[in-house]
């Protein structure tokens, strides 16, 4: 059964760093592209990053270019989303997605791309 579970969500202050992971289990990343979304309470679903299934292509929304980095890991089946100067607008529950993708293409940010999705991890960034 394909799964994606993402971990490392915490509560931590404004200015400080989270790593966000997402390893799937039941398939392997190799071929997919995977995003990276958040939701905050009471607003939509938004697209954070994005990287291709290559790994050499990547994406950020405009809030997050700077702050976060995403990254992959075929060998571990994990992708990671590197948060540094966090800010209270950052508070969301994070959920990565995973979409079978040529190795050429860049991966998309819009939520109605990805077939497969994990529950999410809370993120809480609050004095």
């Known amino acids: 059964q394909l799964q994606l579970v993402e971990s490392g969500g915490d509560l931590v202050q404004p200015g400080g760093s989270l790593r966000l992971s997402c390893a799937a289990s039941?398939?392997?990343?190799?071929?997919?592209?995977i995003g990276w979304f958040r939701q905050a309470p009471g607003k939509e679903r938004e697209g954070v990053s994005c990287?291709?299934?290559?790994?050499?292509?990547?994406r950020y929304a405009d809030s997050e270019k700077g702050r976060f980095t995403i990254s992959r890991d075929n060998a571990k089946n994990t992708v990671f989303l590197q948060m540094n100067s966090l800010k209270p607008e950052d508070t969301a529950i994070y959920y990565c997605?995973?979409?079978?993708?040529?190795?050429?293409?860049?991966?998309?940010?819009?939520?109605?791309?990805?077939?497969?999705w994990g529950r999410g991890a809370q993120v809480t960034v609050s004095s």
């Open positions: 997605a995973a979409e079978r993708t040529p190795l050429q293409a860049m991966c998309p940010m819009t939520r109605t791309s990805y077939h497969y």
């Open positions: 039941g398939f392997t990343l190799d071929n997919y592209a």
């Open positions: 990287i291709s299934s290559s790994g050499v292509r990547t």
